[in-house]
């Protein structure tokens, strides 16, 4: 049962963009806070960004390597959140993970859960 | 930020055997606390939340415990499948915090 399903990563040269994209499914989307996270290859886990639920939605925040690069949003009728990833650098290449930040209620399965999607990997090198 | 550490880093032990891991916060998170598992190739898992809570599907030979600013996650009798690194998070405040990870090898 994938509840999040992240796309868009991939070879990016130093100073380029991407956007990246995590689609779910089987939960009320809307009712959700959301993450991104990271991890540098052999390293650990890194949290980058947040974004509330509706009506907070504006409410985002970012962690410091990436504030002022990054922009996270939501598209509650895609049940879709993105990563707007801008002046990347080396040292954002990473698996990146979106996550809910607290646990959803999985109709199909009848259990609270807290999904994290399979990642997708971003290189940055020229 | 909240800074966590965790020891040891690598614990090597046999199946059936106790784990026992350990996690310290540099400030008081209350029980705003997680422990995950990461298994190599795939997204890390919740285990533990609000530092004793076992998340849906989890096994009971997992328990947490702890308040403040240390922590512990117990795996009673280790089975083959509990080989991994293991992470630990503090859900306190924004930025959220991860420790550097426990390596849990086969002995």
């Known amino acids: 049962e994938e509840l999040l399903v992240e796309s868009g990563g991939g070879l990016v040269k130093p100073g380029g963009s991407l956007r990246l994209s995590c689609a779910a499914s089987g939960f009320p989307f809307g009712d959700a806070w959301l993450s991104w996270y990271r991890q540098a290859p052999g390293k650990g886990l890194e949290w980058v960004a947040r974004?509330?639920?509706?009506?907070?939605?504006?409410?985002?925040d970012y962690g410091a390597p990436v504030k002022g690069r990054f922009s996270i949003s939501r598209d509650d009728s895609k049940k879709t959140v993105y990563l707007q990833m801008n002046s990347l650098k080396t040292e954002d290449t990473a698996v990146y993970y979106c996550?809910?930040?607290?646990?959803?209620?999985?109709?199909?399965?009848?259990?609270?859960?807290?999904?994290w999607g399979q990642g997708t990997l971003v290189t940055v090198s020229s | 930020e909240i800074v966590l550490t965790q020891s040891p880093a690598t614990l090597s032990l046999s199946p059936g055997e106790r784990a026992t891991l350990s996690c310290r916060a540099s400030q008081s998170v209350g029980t705003s606390f997680a422990w995950y598992q990461q298994k190599p190739g795939q997204a890390p898992r919740l285990l533990i939340s609000?530092?004793?809570n076992r998340a849906t599907g989890i096994p009971a030979r997992f328990s947490g415990s702890g308040s403040g600013t240390e922590f512990t996650l117990t795996i009673s009798s280790l089975e083959p499948e509990d080989f991994a690194v293991y992470y630990c998070?503090?859900?306190?405040?924004?930025?959220?915090?991860f420790g550097p990870g426990t390596k849990l090898d086969i002995k």
């Open positions: 996550s809910t930040d607290h646990s959803v209620y999985s109709a199909s399965s009848g259990n609270w859960l807290e999904p």
């Open positions: 998070q503090q859900r306190y405040n924004w930025p959220r915090t």
């Open positions: 609000d530092a004793s």
């Open positions: 974004i509330k639920r509706p009506p907070d939605v504006g409410a985002t």
